[in-house]
């Protein structure tokens, strides 16, 4: 190779590792082009007289969300996952309402013994639920996040770094609904919906029209599944929304209960850079 050659490879190379030096930070100093692009897959649905185990594509790394909103109906009093999501290794991010109108958010980083299914317990009568996968090729939990042995880390028993909030309330008459979405930051954030009687046609009021909203398609006349209950999943990013609205079916008032989760700083994304240098 000539002198000329061996300049310009040389030169080429500091180029390349110049670029690609913020893969080592744990900040995440590079957000993705769309929100929607680090979302490998999502899910909703509702569960019926047993516990389902529900079929996801994920892979080692990925990071996995699960949303639930139930209500106890006529028959049951108990709460939506416990012990049945943490025995799958999901810790909680946070939790609204009573056991009538109820929402849970859990969240874990899915392993290789983890099979393709997620168990959605029967813990009340009626029960939407939403997963959402995060694509770790894409993004993957600040290490500042994890225990040493690479779990989640969980202060008082809540996942430690997540910006969170829920809340429950009613709606009477529905008009429209304020959503808690100011939690901060700017990046992913996730939110579900569970109304206790059900509210048909789920829209945006206030914000990005074009946001992701996928809403649970029940079997009876009104919409609803269950004993008459709506359930709903949103991606967006920052507080791209901040009202929303809905038809109240033949229920003057409904119960309702939300959680909203932003992931900023929590998640490092990606870039092309990443699969160059690990």
Not at 200 to 218: A, C, F, T
Not at 221 to 247: P, S, Y
């Amino acid at each position: 190779m000539s002198g000329a050659m061996r300049a310009t490879s040389l030169l080429l190379s500091l180029i390349f590792l110049t670029s690609c030096q913020h893969v080592t930070t744990n900040e995440p100093e590079v957000q993705p082009a769309s929100i929607e692009d680090i979302i490998k897959e999502t899910k909703v649905g509702y569960i019926r007289k047993r516990a389902s185990e529900i079929e996801i594509n994920a892979r080692p790394s990925d990071i996995v969300v699960v949303m639930m909103g139930g209500s106890s109906g006529p028959d049951g009093d108990n709460t939506l996952g416990g012990s049945d999501m943490t025995d799958q290794g999901f810790k909680l991010i946070d939790l609204a309402g009573t056991d009538d109108c109820r929402i849970e958010g859990w969240v874990k980083i899915w392993d290789k013994d983890d099979g393709s299914n997620v168990m959605i317990p029967l813990r009340s009568r009626d029960a939407g639920y939403g997963i959402v996968i995060i694509d770790s090729t894409k993004a993957k939990v600040n290490p500042n996040y994890l225990k040493n042995s690479g779990e989640i880390a969980t202060e008082k028993g809540r996942v430690t770094g997540l910006n969170s909030e829920a809340k429950d309330g009613h709606l009477n008459p529905v008009m429209d609904m304020e959503i808690p979405l100011h939690v901060g930051g700017t990046g992913l954030t996730l939110a579900g919906f569970f109304f206790d009687d059900p509210l048909r046609k789920l829209s945006i009021l206030e914000g990005n029209s074009g946001v992701p909203l996928y809403q649970v398609d029940g079997p009876r006349g009104d919409g609803g599944f269950g004993d008459g209950d709506t359930f709903g999943v949103m991606i967006m990013k920052g507080d791209e929304v901040t009202r929303m609205t809905g038809e109240n079916g033949n229920d003057p008032g409904t119960d309702y209960s939300e959680i909203v989760i932003n992931f900023d700083g929590w998640l490092i994304y990606s870039n092309s850079c990443t699969s160059l240098t690990n």
